[in-house]
């Protein structure tokens, strides 16, 4: 099975952020960073797409995920394995 794609909506100075993509590195997962602070039409795009304002905001391939909250819960659960094909 192949990867997954990972996009993380993304900020300078996010912990949030940072832990999401540590926990990603952890699994030896490659992802498409999205800072969203440095173009505005980014985060607009975002916004748009997920109707939220925060970050990080991750998906993997069409299923949005949400914050780093979400995704931790995720991975405690064991679904996120899952969802990533390990």
């Known amino acids: 099975m192949s990867q997954p794609k990972i996009i993380i909506y993304s900020?300078?100075?996010?912990?949030y952020c940072t832990a999401a993509e540590r926990l990603?590195?952890?699994k030896n997962a490659e992802y498409e960073l999205i800072k969203v602070d440095e173009d505005q039409s980014k985060f607009d795009h975002m916004m748009e797409i997920t109707g939220r304002r925060t970050i990080p905001q991750i998906f993997i391939d069409d299923f949005h995920v949400g914050g780093f909250d979400?995704?931790?819960a995720l991975n405690q659960s064991g679904k996120l394995d899952k969802l990533l094909n390990l």
């Open 70 to 72: 979400d995704l931790s």
């Open 24 to 26: 990603f590195q952890s």
């Open 11 to 15: 900020g300078r100075f996010c912990g």
